[in-house]
């Protein structure tokens, strides 16, 4: 005997027979399926019991299945996009992500599509969100609905806003667009300074911070929201000066300045780790809302590492230099690309709550960045490093020219 009940999203099924043959384990399997509203994951489970029969080698098996399917419904999902820093291409390849999943996404990015930076990475990449079925929009965060004509979305990630005067018309839009679920990409550099690193989720946080402002009103106005708070991230397609700083000095053979002892530990995430974390949230509502996340990789690095790992990547020796920069009377935030101190979060809630996994890794990623380096010629260009030898005059090191 055998019954099928079906009704979005689940399915029962169970099945009683008398001449199936032994089976002596259990077994899961997979069905899935994909349309252009929703995707839709199957698990199925079987239990078998087998009783020989004292009087013949037939077997009376009873094999229950049980059926359920977990609807992954495609979002329209708004991305709030900066036109500045190293957080512009978390949006980008967000975006990618999303697309690559089937969700719908339109990219709002601040200012005018004529601007200067738009001629920058990731902006002069857009066509690849484009070409990927999504859209592109320039306008004011202020003004949202009008710079998306009016259209609605299940899904606002703010990653523009840096203090509630900024972001509090992109929350206020959402909310009365009927967005089910706000997503904010604030900073781990909100976190007070700890004796104890790493840093994580639910650590004590500045409160004079304009990300804290903005992470209490999404709380206040949202039923569905997470945070994500990023450290350093590299990748193709960033503008900010991270990985490249080092180069800049590996390939001109000049000393690599490194504030303090160097073992100060930080991190540095892939971006594709950041976007990965970003569409789980989508993909699973439930399990991110109300969530705070550190959206960094798993592991630290050392100051002296960066610079050893990119000298590698670029298949150069290194000469590391270290000063104090009071001694000197140096700003070390003006000479030097990443805080001289331990900073550095692990990202505790997006594996416990998410199933995430990172995929950052330094030596590999380096590499491909070095690629990039050369390709745009960047290694050729002529650099200034007038800070670097005042520096140096100061530690009366002498400057190879």
Request: hydrophobic share 40%; net charge neutral; charged share 20%.
């Amino acid at each position: 005997m055998a019954m099928l009940a079906s009704s979005s999203p689940t399915l029962l099924f169970s099945a009683t027979s008398s001449n199936l043959l032994p089976i002596s384990h259990s077994s899961t399997l997979r069905l899935s399926f994909s349309s252009s509203l929703q995707s839709s994951s199957f698990s199925i489970s079987s239990t078998f019991s087998s009783h020989p029969s004292l009087t013949s080698k037939r077997f009376a098996n009873h094999a229950t299945f049980s059926i359920s399917a977990s609807a992954a419904e495609k979002k329209k999902v708004l991305i709030v996009n900066t036109n500045s820093g190293g957080h512009a291409v978390i949006g980008f390849y967000f975006a990618k992500e999303l697309l690559g999943a089937g969700h719908s996404v339109t990219i709002l990015t601040v200012g005018d599509e004529s601007s200067d930076k738009m001629k920058k990475p990731p902006f002069n990449r857009f066509s690849e969100i484009v070409s990927a079925g999504g859209s592109t929009v320039w306008g004011s965060p202020a003004d949202v609905g009008s710079a998306v004509g009016g259209e609605a979305f299940d899904v606002v990630l703010d990653n523009n806003g840096k203090d509630l005067d900024a972001s509090r018309p992109v929350i206020d839009w959402a909310k009365s667009a009927g967005a089910k679920q706000f997503l904010f990409i604030s900073s781990a550099g909100i976190y007070k300074p700890t004796d104890e690193p790493p840093h994580v989720e639910g650590d004590a946080v500045k409160a004079d911070a304009g990300h804290v402002g903005v992470e209490k009103y999404i709380e206040e106005t949202f039923d569905s929201w997470a945070v994500f708070r990023p450290q350093y991230m590299l990748g193709s397609g960033n503008n900010k000066d991270c990985e490249e700083w080092f180069f800049d000095r590996i390939v001109r053979d000049r000393p690599v300045l490194i504030p303090g002892s160097g073992l100060q530990l930080t991190n540095i995430s892939h971006v594709r780790d950041l976007s990965s974390m970003l569409t789980l949230a989508v993909e699973n509502p439930d399990a991110a809302s109300h969530g705070i996340f550190n959206i960094v990789s798993d592991r630290a690095v050392t100051l002296n590492g960066i610079a050893k790992l990119c000298a590698q990547a670029a298949g150069r020796a290194v000469n590391i230099v270290h000063y104090d920069p009071k001694a000197i009377g140096i700003d070390a935030k003006k000479a030097f690309p990443f805080r001289n101190v331990h900073f550095y979060a692990e990202p505790r809630a997006a594996k416990s709550k998410l199933g995430w996994s990172s995929t950052t890794n330094l030596p590999e990623d380096l590499k491909e960045r070095f690629e990039e380096y050369i390709k745009i010629g960047r290694d050729k260009k002529a650099i200034k490093f007038e800070l670097d030898d005042k520096i140096l005059e100061a530690l009366k090191v002498p400057v190879s020219v």
